[in-house]
């Protein structure tokens, strides 16, 4: 059974914007923390951004004033909007949730999408 589902990912250039969604179901928005990592090619999958009860939010350095976080409860989805995208940002991106609150831990999420590419050109 499948229960987050990313979409959204793409090619875009230096400097454009690209938005990720991860539709899930009422049961899991309303009582997890929804993270975002990513995973470029020969690295380890790092953490990108978290949200708990569409309120609290939590960013990586790296893509602090970059990246949005956001919850649509008409949809019971994630989001996050990336503006201002650079090279280094290029990976797959995998939305998951977790019981355990806001936290950038992968070991903290127990229920993981199957990713979406991005890839930014120079």
């Known amino acids: 059974q499948v229960q987050l589902v990313e979409s959204g990912g793409g090619l875009v250039q230096a400097g454009g914007s690209l938005r990720l969604s991860c539709a899930t179901s009422?049961?899991?928005?309303?009582?997890?923390?929804m993270g975002w990592f990513r995973q470029a090619a020969g690295k380890e999958r790092e953490f990108v951004a978290a949200i708990v009860y569409n309120t609290r939010t939590y960013y990586a350095d790296s893509v602090r004033g970059r990246f949005t976080i956001s919850g649509d409860t008409a949809k019971d989805a994630v989001n996050l909007q990336m503006d201002n995208l650079k090279p280094e940002d290029t990976a797959v991106y995998y939305c998951?949730?977790?019981?355990?609150?806001?936290?950038?831990?992968?070991?903290?999420?127990?229920?993981w999408g199957q990713g979406t590419q991005v890839t930014v050109s120079s």
């Open positions: 998951a949730a977790g019981s355990r609150g806001l936290s950038g831990r992968s070991d903290s999420y127990n229920i």
């Open positions: 009422a049961r899991i928005f309303k009582n997890y923390g």
